[in-house]
């Protein structure tokens, strides 16, 4: 069974810096892209951004280009993300997920998700 | 960026009864060389990640009941619930893969009439 565990969150001041971890299991992780989503209380969904399953390559958002860096470790079956440089804005939910396909050219179909994490940023 | 349209913004429907949610997107998500389109469906619920439900426009995802079928292409796509259940209840999105940034609809909210 697919399993996306997420770790991290809370509440952040505006000009902080907070990392998300997503731990993977039930699959073999390396084989496959990894995207972060996530919605603002009472907003749409937003993709934010992927990382592809050797690591090499790296998409995001144009909202959170520059200041948000994804990354994995395959060895801990971990994805992560640090934000820096928080806004009122990056406040949402976060949530993790894994590509249907491995290491396939149709990413961003998201198959599995996290539980979500919370990110609050305010003072 | 591809902007995706969703309508209604939210629907009450009978149980027993058909829902349909529609979902237009500001260019083609088809791509050629496959013919595949890129165009997924979710069903979120409150307190709970989403839910991938269709994929590639009109592919049921594994363990998703019958009653969900997607249909569509090029620029128009539908989604219906063809007897809804009480379990249905959700916030159901588009999203399109075709291109970077990946995005989403603005959602269509389903409720029991």
């Known amino acids: 069974e697919v399993q996306l565990v997420q770790s991290g969150g809370g509440v952040v001041q505006p000009g902080g810096s907070l990392r998300l971890s997503c731990r993977a299991s039930g699959f073999t992780f390396a084989d496959y892209a990894m995207h972060w989503v996530r919605q603002a209380p009472g907003k749409d969904l937003e993709w934010v951004c992927l990382v592809s399953g050797d690591g090499a390559h790296t998409y995001y958002a144009d909202s959170v280009k520059g200041r948000f860096t994804i990354s994995r470790d395959d060895s801990k079956n971990s994805l992560f993300l640090q934000m820096t440089s928080l806004r009122g804005e990056d406040t949402a939910f976060y949530y993790c997920?894994?590509?249907?396909?491995?290491?396939?050219?149709?990413?961003?179909?998201?198959?599995?998700w996290g539980q979500g994490t919370l990110v609050t940023v305010s003072s | 960026d591809i902007v995706m349209t969703q309508s209604p913004d939210s629907l009450a429907v009978s149980l027993g009864e058909r829902a349909t949610i529609n979902c237009k997107s500001s260019?083609?998500?088809?791509?050629?060389?496959?013919?595949?389109?890129?165009l997924s469906w979710y069903q979120h619920k409150p307190g709970q990640p989403p839910k991938l439900l269709i994929y590639w426009a009109s592919t049921r995802e594994s363990g998703v009941p019958d009653r969900f079928s997607g249909s569509g292409s090029g620029t128009d796509f539908t989604l219906t619930i063809s007897s809804l259940q009480a379990e249905d209840v959700a916030v159901y999105y588009c999203?399109?893969?075709?291109?970077?940034?990946?995005?989403f609809g603005r959602g269509t909210k389903v409720d029991v009439k």
């Open positions: 260019q083609s998500v088809l791509y050629r060389s496959n013919n595949k389109n890129y």
């Open positions: 997920a894994k590509d249907r396909v491995a290491a396939g050219t149709d990413t961003g179909t998201f198959a599995s």
């Open positions: 999203q399109q893969h075709y291109s970077i940034p990946f995005t």
